[in-house]
């Protein structure tokens, strides 16, 4: 039974009495068989509902597609990468053009991420300190050396409506002194960033750290809300765990995250995934796998995942999902698109990744419609009857 307060609460962030431009969460809907609640969220660039899916433009850019086709999608917020966008294309030229939202001409809500997965993800090209991180550019080489400091300042140029802490994004081992070490550097670095943090109009988010390990998420969970941020994150989770490890650290922490603020889940990415962390009272999602699937020939839908370049689809007349909004659905078939990508042209991984945005976008929405409707449960009992997770 959820313990949430009722619909048309509004929490917005104490340290922010700017007007019209205050950040701010209302939680407008609770469930009463789970702990799935809907919102909404309050920034400079316009409000999005919660649950939401955030598709990830890791550059400035989702790959393959142009905002118009993102709003086409009913995609609400992007996310963007700090440490990609201070390599390329600099900070210098973020400046000249007032930040990302007019370099890349999106006008809705943006999430930054601070860098801290590429701590995980170019774990040969960096050495962790206390002070900071000492990076070698994966484009060139370079040296470069992130703080908790800098990475606020590369994220307020950039202007973003929402920044993360810089963290330490530890791999996926046992080794709990590795873990316990990697929590109590997030936790040094998340204080320092709050105290540099001086952008009103920009929320701040903590991340909460410590693998596989129940007491040590707890621990940092508890030192994290004792800093004081607008919103919290889990982080460090599908980097190579076990999905039981995943779901029992979901099952954890997600209920006993700060109420008041949006509960964000970081880099978690399948139907299923988002079904769980919404059970369990997630309100923010991000991933790559949309495009990364479409790239590479693969298209989500209810029933599971269709690999259009397998044979069988060769002269298959039907869209990718039959009820699908997106254009590929509307106008291609499975033949043609197998045929594009099997002759390898650009239209095909576009195409693709379209609609998986899309399917994404809209399957968090439909989540948050039922909620609302007091349905979810059932929903989801039913999703999960009908999806197959394997290749199709």
């Avoid at 909460?208 to 989770?237: C, H, M, N, P, W």
């Avoid at 997600?254 to 603020?261: D, G």
Wanted: overall charge neutral; glycine content about 8%; some cysteine.
């Amino acid at each position: 039974m959820s313990t949430l307060k009722p619909k048309g609460t509004r929490y917005l962030s104490a340290k922010r009495n700017l007007v019209p431009f205050e950040f701010g969460f209302e939680i407008l809907n609770c469930d009463s068989q789970t702990r799935a609640r809907t919102g909404i969220v309050h920034t400079p660039h316009g409000d999005f509902e919660t649950p939401v899916f955030m598709p990830v433009g890791t550059q400035g850019t989702v790959k393959a597609l142009a905002p118009r086709d993102l709003k086409e999608a009913g995609t609400e917020i992007l996310l963007s990468n700090a440490y990609h966008l201070f390599v390329r294309p600099g900070i210098e030229v973020l400046k000249r053009f007032g930040g990302l939202h007019k370099f890349m001409a999106w006008d809705g809500p943006l999430l930054t991420d601070s860098g801290g997965f590429q701590v995980f993800s170019l774990s040969r090209l960096r050495e962790i300190t206390e002070e900071g991180v000492k990076f070698h550019s994966h484009f060139d080489g370079a040296e470069i050396f992130f703080t908790p400091e800098k990475v606020i300042e590369i994220q307020e140029i950039i202007g973003s409506d929402i920044a993360m802490i810089f963290d330490d994004c530890p791999p996926a081992t046992r080794e709990r002194s590795r873990i316990q070490k990697s929590l109590d550097l997030t936790i040094a670095w998340s204080k320092r960033a709050k105290k540099h943090h001086r952008l009103q109009s920009q929320a701040l988010f903590g991340i909460i750290q410590g693998g596989t390990f129940k007491d040590l998420r707890l621990e940092s969970l508890e030192r994290t809300v004792e800093i004081g941020f607008d919103g919290y994150a889990l982080g460090g989770l599908c980097v190579g765990e076990a999905k039981e490890e995943t779901f029992a650290i979901l099952e954890e922490i997600i209920p006993r995250m700060p109420e008041p603020q949006p509960r964000y889940l970081m880099g978690i990415g399948t139907p299923i995934d988002f079904l769980e962390a919404v059970d369990r009272g997630a309100d923010m999602f991000d991933c790559v796998n949309p495009t990364r699937y479409g790239r590479n020939g693969a298209a989500f839908t209810r029933e599971g995942l269709v690999v259009v370049r397998n044979a069988k689809y060769q002269a298959d007349p039907r869209p990718l999902m039959e009820d699908c909004p997106c254009y590929a659905c509307r106008n291609f078939s499975r033949a043609y698109l197998r045929h594009l990508l099997n002759t390898e042209e650009m239209l095909g991984p576009e195409l693709l990744s379209l609609h998986n945005v899309t399917f994404f976008v809209q399957f968090v929405k439909e989540i948050r419609e039922k909620i609302k409707a007091g349905k979810f449960a059932e929903y989801k009992k039913n999703f999960l009857k009908n999806f197959d997770p394997n290749n199709r």
